[in-house]
């Protein structure tokens, strides 16, 4: 059965730090780009960040351009996403998805195969 489990959520003060865990089974990531997705309250689910499966390109959304960083270790089949410097704006759901390669824009969620089930990540004093 594929599936991808997130982890690592939780509370954290502004200025803090997370770490996000993507883990799979069922299948193996070494074949596939992962995305990191968010989904704030009452707000489109938007992409966050990616790393490719050919190469190991990452991709950041710009508002998270030198604070989150995407990193994969197939030897145990996970990716994450260490998160720094976080502020209240990124408060939301957060989604790892897998697909064959990572894709920007509006619908890129759309064109993602597998998907887990999110883990909710609040940024509050």
């Known amino acids: 059965q594929v599936q991808l489990v997130e982890s690592g959520g939780g509370l954290v003060q502004p200025g803090g730090s997370l770490r996000l865990s993507c883990a799979a089974s069922g299948f193996t990531l070494d074949y596939y780009a992962i995305g990191w997705f968010r989904q704030a309250p009452g707000k489109e689910r938007e992409g966050v960040s990616c790393i490719s499966s050919s190469d190991g390109s990452t991709y950041y959304e710009d508002s998270v351009k030198g604070r989150f960083t995407i990193s994969r270790d197939n030897a145990k089949n996970t990716v994450y996403l260490q998160m720094n410097s976080l502020k209240p704006e990124d408060t939301a759901v957060y989604y790892c998805?897998?697909?064959?390669?990572?894709?920007?824009?509006?619908?890129?969620?759309?064109?993602?195969?597998?998907w887990g089930k999110g883990t909710l990540v609040t940024v509050s004093s």
């Open positions: 998805a897998a697909s064959d390669a990572c894709y920007s824009g509006k619908d890129a969620d759309r064109l993602m195969d597998y």
